[in-house]
């Protein structure tokens, strides 16, 4: 991989912002004037450490990677997706690759950046169209997006086939593993070394029950995350975040991930019997993409009765689906009765 030529020239040339906290550079000291802070203690009158070393520490030994391969996003792993556009993307010039249906946030970001962003349907059955995706870049192509496990289809990919893109494009392949967590089907994560042009994204959003956090991380060679380092801003943490997370994973608050599992394979079996779901597809996420009758009529019906889900009836080969999320096992069967009585 030729990372100098994937990433932006302004970039490239960039003199990062160095922060007051940047410049210290150690020493005993005691009386701290150099960033116009307030002088008075209240928790949080000093600014953050910049680079989250503490966190990024504990993070190391949690994902065995080395903590300069980690990049920490205070607006989730929807930060990631930002910043991965402006590193590598062009306005106007370059363009990305990404799966449809996906996640919708990688075509946001890509218009914000105004880069065009090259949608390829996946297979009929959710499969990755490897050859498509791969005959889809051109010579301005600098990213692929693959979904894995993909948002809202629920199936993760199989590592050889994003392996082999990897393998086969020049430039960067973004795994957002937002679900991975929920999934048998292996990781892209300990891959990274191998295939250094891989970007495996992470958050606390999902099966660490911490959406309400923002907190997401992405993983590649540490070649790559300095870049992330410059361009992100300079503080994109607070300390309270920070210390906060720590706190958490030092006191291991519960990760649910066998009960959601085991339940989005019960909620799976029952809805199965309702009458108005056709179709229930394989699941390695925290949710269910069931093909239903009607899916305008079932939402609204859901909706009606204190329920909501998401109707992704407008996505492609989405048609008359609706995505559930794997709640407690009181709000599965509430969801499992509704369904079961729908036009009774
Ligand atoms: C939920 C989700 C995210 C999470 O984003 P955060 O900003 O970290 O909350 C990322 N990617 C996908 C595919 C998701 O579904």
Not at 18 to 32: L, M, N, Y
Not at 197 to 203: D, F, H, K, S, W
Not at 272 to 301: Q, R, W
Not at 315 to 329: E, K, Q, Y
Request: glycine content about 6%; aromatic content about 8%.
């Amino acid at each position: 991989m030729n990372l100098k030529k994937l990433i932006r020239k302004n970039i490239l040339a960039l003199e990062p912002y160095s922060t007051a906290r940047d410049e210290f550079k150690g020493g005993d000291i005691s009386v701290w004037l150099d960033a116009n802070e307030s002088p008075y203690p209240n928790g949080v009158n000093r600014y953050p450490d910049p680079h989250q070393r503490q966190l990024k520490q504990r993070l190391s030994s949690l994902f065995r990677i080395k903590k300069e391969s980690i990049f920490l996003g205070g607006a989730g792993s929807d930060e990631a997706i930002d910043v991965t556009f402006r590193i590598f993307c062009e306005p106007g010039k370059d363009n990305a690759v990404a799966i449809s249906p996906s996640y919708g946030v990688y075509k946001v970001a890509a218009a914000i950046n105004d880069v065009l962003l090259k949608e390829v349907l996946l297979n009929d059955d959710f499969t990755l169209p490897v050859e498509r995706i791969l005959d889809t870049t051109d010579g301005s192509t600098k990213l692929i997006w693959i979904c894995s496990p993909n948002n809202p289809t629920g199936n993760a990919f199989p590592k050889e086939d994003i392996t082999r893109i990897a393998e086969a494009f020049d430039g960067i392949v973004v795994v957002d593993e937002a679900y991975g967590d929920f999934s048998e089907k292996g990781s892209m994560l300990a891959e990274i070394d191998a295939h250094p042009n891989v970007i495996v994204l992470r958050t606390f959003s999902k099966a660490w029950g911490m959406a309400g956090m923002r907190c997401g991380m992405a993983f590649a060679v540490p070649e790559i995350i300095e870049y992330f380092d410059r361009v992100k801003y300079p503080y994109n943490m607070s300390s309270i975040i920070q210390e906060e997370l720590l706190r958490r994973i030092e006191e291991g608050t519960g990760n649910h991930i066998p009960e959601i599992v085991s339940e989005r394979s019960r909620l799976a079996a029952e809805i199965h019997e309702a009458g108005c779901v056709e179709e229930i597809y394989p699941s390695d996420a925290n949710f269910l993409l069931v093909k239903v009758t009607d899916a305008d009529a079932v939402y609204d019906y859901l909706i009606g009765n204190g329920v909501i889900v998401r109707n992704r009836t407008r996505m492609p080969l989405c048609h008359n689906t609706l995505r559930i999320t794997v709640g407690t096992p009181d709000e599965n069967d509430r969801t499992i009765n509704l369904l079961k009585n729908y036009g009774k």
